[in-house]
């Protein structure tokens, strides 16, 4: 799938090569030697489906839970205009090994011509809890700035 994504890298984030992740996008952060590595990634599927951007995030948080120990919402808001649709929700997550992490997710739709050609992005910074909250304004930014490109030349 080629989506045209343009987005800005915050600042301390460097592009890594996504690898088998299944998402479009990866960036990581520095930390000291032996603490996790924070991560930001972008995630795309096709949703011809009637699911509700609240049913996507749902599904989302049930598949975190299939891979780590523990998982809370921490917290869940409607976000983006009526026209596409989105939901950030902000997750603890605890790993087999004990450690604890903060994963915000904001999922957000874009629309396609046709209902069948929606698609919904899925934006996550996973970090330290500490780091978390420095990382936070920086994602904020990055989320912002991610935006659809137009193909030049052709009109709807």
């Known amino acids: 799938m080629t989506l045209p994504l343009d987005f800005v890298i915050p ?3 460097t592009a890594v090569d996504p690898g088998e992740s299944g998402a479009v996008f990866v960036a990581v952060h520095d930390a000291p030697a032996g603490e996790f590595v924070p991560n ?3 995630s795309v599927q096709q949703r ?4 509700s951007i609240d049913d996507v995030a749902a599904e989302a948080v049930e598949r975190l839970s299939l891979t780590t120990a523990g998982l809370d919402v921490l917290s869940r808001r409607d976000v983006g205009a009526p026209a596409a649709p989105g939901v950030m929700q902000l997750l603890r997550l605890r790993t087999g090994e004990g450690t604890e992490l903060i994963q915000t997710q904001v999922h957000l739709t874009v629309p396609g011509a046709t209902p069948e050609q929606r698609l919904v992005l899925e934006l996550a910074c996973t ?3 500490a780091t978390a909250r420095a990382l936070s304004p920086g994602f904020q930014r990055f989320v912002g700035s991610v935006h659809v490109r137009q193909h030049e030349g052709k009109t709807r």
Do not use: K, Q
Not at 48 to 51: H, L, N, T
């Open 11 to 13: 600042d301390g984030w």
């Open 48 to 51: 011809p489906d009637e699911a």
């Open 40 to 42: 930001i990634t972008v």
């Open 127 to 129: 970090a330290a809890p």
